[in-house]
């Protein structure tokens, strides 16, 4: 339950609501990779200006998020954090 409040008091703030908020997450359909690379540095331009940064992307980590551009951090981004943190846990 924390965690849903949490969101809501500094998601009010990001810079990724309203018009842009398209860009943060992939289209329904298939994507060039050009598109793609594109889409992701606007949104990260979007995300390096956002008060809230810091609490977007410990809220991504904190819920595992697996999809978008959360906290100026790609998918991908994401997940290679996320396996760094496992092996140096189980190190």
């Known amino acids: ?3 849903v ?10 810079a990724c609501r309203g018009p842009y908020q398209a ?3 992939p289209p329904a359909s298939s994507e060039r990779r050009r598109d793609k ?5 606007r949104a990260k331009e979007i995300c390096l200006q956002c008060p809230v940064i810091k609490q977007c992307r410990e809220y991504s980590f904190e819920i595992r998020e697996q999809h978008g551009i959360w906290g100026g951090l ?11 943190e496992q ?5």
């Open 5 to 14: 409040e949490t969101k809501s008091v500094w998601h009010t703030e990001a």
């Open 23 to 25: 860009i943060f997450f």
């Open 37 to 41: 690379r594109a889409r992701e540095a």
């Open 74 to 84: 790609t998918e991908n981004e994401r997940r290679e954090i996320f396996k760094l």
């Open 87 to 91: 092996e140096l846990l189980s190190a």
């Open 1 to 3: 339950m924390e965690l």
